[in-house]
């Protein structure tokens, strides 16, 4: 399958015009292969990368928690967060299964016309929007919850 077909139905490419994609597929890629248990990101790392899952899925842990806190599947971006904020990692994220990802670092974007880099970029505030409204509403029913218990 090439990587044209395999971006086909990814929501980051979901602006993108046929043109785009397949110039996007054309371009010269990092992509990796990872095993199942393997560390694709580990938290407090300084790297900036973000990483596209093309395969696969992958689970994302935090310190202090004893569950993961998100699963990735195919379509997933992750990494987002350091590679716009220049901090370092706040997660790990583990391999569930053999996957395959594409990074995307700063030279990689740079090599991107602006309209694309644009989408991408328009794509990742819309994502981190829908989190940050998730949590929100999360914290609303928490705070609904322990309202409930609290002691008059």
Do not use: C, W
């Amino acid at each position: 399958m090439s990587l044209r077909q395999m971006i086909g139905d990814i929501p980051l490419f979901k602006n993108f015009s046929e043109e785009e994609k397949k110039a996007f597929a054309k371009m010269e890629h990092t992509m990796l292969a990872f095993s199942k248990g393997d560390i694709i990101i580990k938290e407090g790392e300084n790297y900036t990368s973000l990483y596209l899952l093309i395969r696969g899925s992958a689970q994302v842990t935090r310190k202090g928690y004893d569950s993961p806190v998100a699963l990735l599947k195919a379509g997933s971006v992750f990494g987002e967060i350091s590679f716009l904020t220049r901090k370092p990692r706040q997660s790990n994220v583990i391999a569930k299964e053999n996957i395959l990802a594409i990074k995307i670092d700063d030279a990689f974007f740079a090599k991107l016309d602006s309209a694309m880099r644009d989408k991408i970029k328009n794509y990742l505030i819309e994502l981190l929007a829908n989190r940050l409204d998730s949590m929100n509403e999360a914290l609303s029913k928490i705070a609904k919850y322990a309202r409930g218990y609290a002691v008059l």
